[in-house]
C-alpha cells in the first residue's frame, strides 16, 4: 500500500528513505510555488558556450542517430514523429544517476562521458533557451510573432521515496530541472503529471503517457516545443489538392502547398537523396529530404543527415519550385522506447529490470532501481505560415522487488533410479532401476 497522496506541501519535511535502505542525503531546501515544486538550493544550471564544449559536434551526432532508431522503430501504417533532442535530454537526465555498465551504455548513446557529456548539453539547451517564450503562444490559432524554443525538464518522485541530493543537484546543475513529490501510484500521480505535459507544450500534448503503478519510484519529463513562421511563407491562395504517391505505389490526392518561385539551399545527396532547406525566421530551418521513388525515409542513416547538413550549410541559394504537402500528425499514439526496441537498438538494454541495471547514483536503495516504462509522444503541424511542433519524453524508474526464488516441480513420470543408501558412508545398499510402477 502507499502512504499518502497529493504534492508535497510547500512546507513538508525531506523525503523518507525506503525502510531499511541506506539514508539518503538531505534533500534540498524547498522553495514553495503553486507546483509544488523543489528547487536544489544554491545551485543553478551552469552555463557554457557552445565554442566551449568540447563534446558538442559528438553529441549532436549521436542524438540524430537516436532519432533515426526511434523513427525507424515507429509504426509505418502512417506518419511518424520523434524529438532526437528530447530523446537524448531524458536520457543524459537518467545517466546522471547511472553507474557501472549502465552508465557506459547509456554514454556510449549519448556521444560523450563525464564532464565533457555534461557541459554538451548544457551548452545546447543553454543555447536553444535563448528562443524560449509561452507555450501557450505557440498553441494558440495564430503563430508567434518571434520564434519560440522551449525546453523543459522535471524529476517527479513518488511520495516517501528518498532520493540523493547529488542526483537532484545534478539535474539542477545540467538541466535546470525542478522536483515534485506525489503518489505515483494512483489519479495524483497521474495528474501532477498531466498538468506538468500540458502546460509545457501549451496543450498540444495533453497528457502524460506514464501508467501509475505501485512499483513506479520516479519519472523523468521533458518537453520540447517549437513554434515558429516560415523565412518566406508560403501562399495559402496556392494550396490545393495534389496527387502523393504511397508507398505500395498508390496515388492519392492531398492538401499541398505551392510557391512559384523561391530562392532556398538546394543539394544532391547519396544515393539519389535530394535536400532543401526552408529557414523559420529566426534561429531554425527546416531540412528537407526526398528520397528516391521506392525508398522509405524512414531508413535515413546519420551519415546521410551529416551530409545533408553540410551541403545544404554550404549551398548558395536555388531558385526553385517547391511543394511541399501540409502536415498535421497528432500525439495519438505514444512511442514505447521499450516495446518498439528503440533501447535495445540504442544499446542501452542494461537500463531495463531484466538487466541488472545500476542506478544507484539515484538513491541508496537496498534494491535496484530499473526502467521500466519510457515513452514519447510527439507533434507537428507544417502549414503556409510555418510550424509548431511539440515533444514530450518520459522515463519511469521502478523499483525492482527481489524475485522470489523459484519453486521446482521434479515429476518421476519415466523410469528412473531408486536407491538407499548407508548414512555415515553413503555406502549404496540399495539400487532399484524402476522401469514400470504399475503393481
Known amino acids: 500500500m502507499k502512504r499518502t497522496t497529493g504534492l508535497l506541501a510547500a512546507f513538508a519535511v525531506p523525503l523518507l528513505a525506503l525502510s531499511g535502505c541506506a539514508a539518503p542525503d538531505p534533500l534540498p531546501t524547498i522553495d514553495p510555488g503553486s507546483s509544488g515544486e523543489l528547487r536544489a538550493q544554491n545551485v543553478s544550471m551552469r552555463a557554457v558556450a557552445p565554442a566551449d564544449a568540447e563534446a558538442l559536434d559528438a553529441v549532436v551526432t549521436a542524438t540524430a542517430a537516436l532519432g533515426l532508431i526511434a ?20 536520457l ?36 536553444v533557451r535563448e528562443l524560449d517564450g509561452d507555450p501557450a503562444e505557440a498553441a494558440g490559432d495564430e ?57 509545457h507544450t501549451g496543450g498540444l500534448i495533453e497528457h502524460s503517457a506514464i501508467e501509475p ?33 504511397l508507398a505500395d505505389g498508390s496515388s492519392v490526392e492531398v492538401e499541398t502547398m505551392h510557391m512559384g518561385e523561391g530562392q532556398f539551399a538546394y543539394a544532391t545527396l547519396d544515393n ?69 526496441g528503440v533501447f535495445d537498438r540504442i544499446g542501452i538494454a542494461s537500463t531495463l529490470c531484466t538487466a541488472g541495471a545500476d542506478f544507484t547514483g539515484i538513491a541508496s536503495a537496498s534494491s535496484p532501481l530499473c526502467v521500466g516504462q519510457a515513452q514519447q509522444q510527439a507533434v507537428l503541424r507544417v502549414a503556409e505560415e510555418g ?19 523459484p519453486t521446482e516441480t521434479v515429476d518421476f513420470d519415466r523410469p528412473f ?23
Not at 543524459?92 to 556510449?108: N, P, Q, S, V, Y
Not at 555534461?118 to 543555447?127: C, H, I, P, W
Not at 503503478?213 to 523523468?220: E, F, H, M, N, T
Not at 558412508?425 to 524402476?434: E, G, K, M, R, V
Open 71 to 90: 523513427l525507424d522503430a515507429a509504426p509505418r501504417d502512417g506518419n511518424a514523429v520523434v524529438s532526437p533532442a528530447s530523446l537524448a535530454t531524458a
Open 213 to 245: 503503478s505501485d512499483d513506479l519510484r520516479l519519472v523523468l519529463q521533458n518537453a520540447t516545443l517549437f513554434a515558429a513562421r516560415w523565412q518566406s511563407p508560403f501562399d495559402g491562395n496556392l494550396t490545393y489538392a495534389s496527387p502523393f504517391t
Open 143 to 199: 503563430l508567434p510573432a518571434k520564434p519560440i524554443l522551449h525546453l523543459a525538464n522535471n524529476l517527479v518522485v513518488d511520495t516517501g521515496f528518498g532520493v540523493l541530493q547529488s542526483y537532484v543537484d545534478a539535474l539542477a546543475d545540467g538541466f535546470d530541472a525542478g522536483m515534485q513529490q506525489v503518489d505515483l501510484s494512483g489519479d495524483a500521480g497521474k495528474q501532477v503529471l498531466d498538468a506538468w505535459v500540458y502546460e
Open 417 to 439: 533410479l531408486f536407491t538407499i543408501n548407508h548414512d555415515a558412508t553413503d555406502w549404496p545398499l540399495f539400487q532399484a532401476a524402476i522401469h514400470d510402477p504399475r503393481h
Open 387 to 405: 510550424t509548431v511542433a511539440a515533444a514530450v519524453t518520459e522515463i519511469g524508474v521502478v523499483f525492482e522487488s527481489a524475485m522470489p526464488e
Open 92 to 127: 543524459a537526465m537518467l545517466t546522471e544517476g547511472a553507474k557501472g555498465r549502465t552508465l557506459d551504455d547509456l554514454e556510449a548513446a549519448l556521444g560523450a562521458s563525464g564532464e565533457r557529456r555534461r557541459d554538451a548539453f548544457a551548452a545546447l539547451q543553454g543555447s
Open 272 to 340: 539519389g537523396w535530394v535536400g532543401v532547406r526552408l529557414p523559420y525566421q529566426d534561429g531554425a530551418h527546416a531540412d528537407l529530404l526526398l528520397p528516391p521513388a521506392g525508398t522509405d525515409p524512414a531508413t535515413a542513416t546519420p551519415e546521410l543527415l551529416a551530409q545533408a547538413a553540410e551541403r545544404l550549410g554550404a549551398a548558395q541559394p536555388t531558385l526553385l519550385t517547391l511543394s511541399v504537402p501540409t502536415i498535421d500528425i497528432p500525439a495519438d499514439s505514444p512511442l514505447d522506447l521499450i516495446e518498439s
